[in-house]
């Protein structure tokens, strides 16, 4: 029984090392993410807080991308044949 | 098993398809409208199927974000107002320049717009100001010729001892003190303002 809660003890020490690593390497990434798209955000003429939304995993950056794709930017977009 | 197994794994890859394939037609999407080739952005997307790809596709990003977009060369007049070509593009989304004020309160003093080379005097002695990147026979125009500034650009309003400063839609944008301020803010109290970016020109705001 003492035998089993240690491992018990390690299995969920160990599992949360990897939660937490896992969450560390995803804010890096969308550190490096953000950035950029900040910037992308204001010159589009949205909020560069648009961007936070990378912070969210895995459809975060689909809702940003989405937000500029489809909308009208207030910044203006390029017009006519180029 | 095994069935199950196919069937998850099959259902995840019809889940990476779907979304690469939307992925990609939201990237040719957002690189059109700065102007650049849609398919610039399509590749960008499909390079993330390869491990070194997405490194390369972080560096594209990175590229897009600080990189010169065709839609800023342009400097075309979006919206309808005083020294606007006839025929020009007018983006629907802009709301109507509004009206300058009935009459001018001319003060005793009057402002100065200095940067870029640049000394632009704003006496008061007309209710507005159409700030432009090129000379379109207007009477009170100020000329800020640069490719980034609209023609028109923006329109300075005149009321008393106060300006006012109103964007008029270009895609150069401008900034008040650093903060954008666009088409649909409508005309900004600039009195307080140090100073005004016109597309990537930076002007000084000071009282004379």
Known sequence: MVTFSWLLGWLIGLGTLVVLGILAAHFLVALVLIVPTWRICARAGFSGALSLLLLVPVIGGFVVMAILAFSDWPAGEARGPR | ?208
Do not use: C, N
């Open chain 2, 1 to 208: 098993m095994g069935a199950e197994l196919a069937a998850l794994f099959s259902l995840s890859s019809a889940f990476a398809v779907v979304a690469l394939v939307f992925a990609g037609w939201m990237a040719w999407r957002i690189v059109d409208k700065a102007g650049l080739p849609g398919w610039a952005g399509l590749i960008a997307i499909l390079l993330t199927l390869t491990g070194i790809g997405s490194l390369v596709s972080v560096i594209l990003l990175w590229v897009f974000a600080y990189m010169r977009w065709p839609r800023d060369e342009g400097a075309v007049a979006l919206v309808t107002g005083p020294g606007m070509p006839p025929g020009a593009p007018q983006r629907p989304s802009a709301p109507a320049a509004l009206a300058p004020p009935p009459k001018a309160l001319a003060g005793p003093r009057g402002w100065r717009l200095v940067g870029a080379g640049l000394t632009l005097a704003v006496d008061g002695s007309a209710p507005a100001y159409l700030l432009t990147g090129e000379a379109g026979g207007q009477p009170a125009e100020l000329v800020v010729p640069d490719p980034s500034v609209g023609r028109p650009h923006a329109r300075l309003l005149v009321a008393g001892d106060r300006l006012g400063l109103e964007d008029l839609g270009t895609p150069g944008g401008t900034l008040i003190d650093g903060a954008r301020l666009l088409p649909e803010h409508g005309p900004r109290d600039i009195t307080a303002a140090r100073s005004i970016r016109l597309g990537s020109v930076e002007l000084a705001l000071s009282r004379v």
